[in-house]
């Protein structure tokens, strides 16, 4: 199972190096006031990495809600 996943990460990272070699382009991106031009490549795995950042704590918080609902409650 190891080599596996290790394969899927080895495939998975040659994906992302193709992509990122592909689209070399840059885009101009704004939020507000703030502009900022950044090579196309580069926003997409920013963005990607902000997706799994706040994927990850929004699946801890729904655990920690469960986990919280299933604890036994002491008698009062």
Known sequence: M????LAIVILMTLVVVTFMVQNSGSA?????S???TLPLSLLTFGTYFLGML??????????SLV?????????Q
Not at 2 to 5: I, N, P, S
């Open 54 to 63: 706040t994927g990850g704590m929004l699946i801890a918080f729904i655990r």
């Open 67 to 75: 986990r919280g609902a299933t604890k036994p409650q002491p008698n």
């Open 28 to 32: 101009t991106v704004s939020l507000l």
């Open 2 to 5: 190891r080599y596996l996943y």
């Open 34 to 36: 703030f502009s900022a």
